[in-house]
């Protein structure tokens, strides 16, 4: 069976934390750069995530992260569920749709 992966827009939150923290900027400079519609191994963007947290010695990396995102991050996913008729429909629409920037990972709304 294949490997479990995640869109590289999940990633890139990240790496806007890591460069704007001044870390190894070969590396965030080739994440950066990465397509956003690519794929990356579930294994290896948990690996570099927990390198991430221990790199900065910030286990709060993933709030910052978030807080990196702006509007058009998520790409058409995101397009699509912002075009919904309401909240209800949007949060339906990316419940049944996040296997796209996440195929190991469930998403669950509490509607």
Do not use: N
Not at 56 to 84: F, K, P, Q, V, W
Not at 85 to 94: H, K, P, R, S
Request: glycine share 8%; with cysteine; net charge negative.
């Amino acid at each position: 069976m294949a490997e479990h992966t995640m869109s590289m827009r999940l990633i890139q939150p990240f790496v806007k934390v890591m460069q704007r923290k001044g870390f190894d900027p070969k590396l965030v400079r080739f994440l950066q750069h990465a397509d956003p519609d690519a794929r990356i191994l579930t294994s290896t963007a948990v690996a570099l995530l927990r390198i991430s947290v221990q790199m900065t010695r910030d286990e709060g990396i993933g709030l910052e992260a978030a807080l990196e995102t702006t509007r058009g991050d998520y790409g058409d996913l995101e397009y699509a569920a912002g075009s919904c008729g309401t909240v209800g429909e949007a949060l339906d629409f990316v419940h049944s749709h996040y296997f796209v920037l996440d195929d190991a990972t469930s998403y669950d709304s509490c509607r």
